[in-house]
């Protein structure tokens, strides 16, 4: 929260026809906006679209987490191409598909094996919900769907 206050003491104000006081411009890309803002309770990460005219703000999109604020700003303003990025479903679809491959696949070797594990942990680290339901399983607090998340 320290960082936080000290990054939010740093930030020029956001100004902006309509917008209420407490806002500051974090970052600023191709007609977007990325802002926090002081709220009762720590602060408020918003992103937003300038309007045509470049007085106003449009469009916002709220968050508690300035990870999550950082990370639509990025696809938002086309820093990043959202289509080339894969969703938390086609993530675990892939884990479940690499799962299957090496327990149906005899014939891996060790390269291709530490690969995979390799892109399994990593899928794991972006999506911690299927090592959360492999415990659960492996605790037998759910049914082994045999899908693996």
Known sequence: MTKLIE????LKPLKADGLIEGYRKILEHDGHVLA????????????????????SVTLGHYFTSL??????????SGLINADRMFGETDLKLIHSSLVN?????GNLNYKDEKAIGSILEKIELLVPEIL???KLEDLEMVADD???L
């Open 7 to 10: 990054l939010y003491n740093q």
């Open 101 to 105: 491959y090496v327990g149906l696949n």
């Open 132 to 134: 959360r339901h492999e």
């Open 36 to 55: 926090m803002g002081k709220m009762q309770e720590g602060f408020e990460f918003v992103t937003w679209r300038y309007t045509y005219d470049g007085n």
């Open 67 to 76: 990870e999550a604020a950082k990370e639509d700003f990025a696809k938002r």
């Open 146 to 148: 045999g899908i693996e």
